[in-house]
């Protein structure tokens, strides 16, 4: 694998894998439209959810490297035949919007839950593009992938490109016929402090069927 990610598999135990599968597939589509802005921060206390549990497990592998002081995390819940993400580098996003300063987490990942058709992580060390539609790097020779795996956990540094490639692992460039499976992942960023404004879990009312 290229030294720009960090790849393991069968990153969890089977049980711990199986439960999370269970609860994230009883959340059906809440809050599916709004699934990239449902983010929550978790600092490392008593875990209140499967997915509290879930970077625990996968803590070790990581804070060693850096300080790390807690993670961001989100659903990322898409048909490949109709891929919504920009390529682009993660950042404290309400302090970019509100300021234009750009501050990037330590270090990036993804968890992978299921295996579809396409959708592989792309990831590359050149700037996203403003003037393209899909704000792709223009030069795609030097892009790794990362293919959707069940229990794959891809690591990178916070500041790398990435984006998700459609059914076809191509460049999105619009919806794509048919349908395919759910692409679920969990993205998680770890921080060296909380990004602006992003609650715990506890403080909201969401993803209820996740907890302990």
Known sequence: MDSLVQLTDGALPGPLFRRLLKRVGALGTERLRTTY????WYGFG??????EEVILALRPAVVGRRRIAGVEWWLSRMHTTDVRVDFHQDRDERLALSTGRLVHPRLSSVFFLNRVRGGALALTRQPPEPDNPSLAPKDLSDLTLVAPRPNRFVLFDGTVTH???DANNQIPDGRLPGRTRQRRTIPLNWWSHRPTGVPTWAETGFYR????
């Open 37 to 40: 802005q449902t983010t929550f």
């Open 46 to 51: 008593p875990p209140a959810n499967v997915v």
């Open 163 to 165: 984006g998700v490639l």
């Open 209 to 212: 069927a996740l907890g302990v």
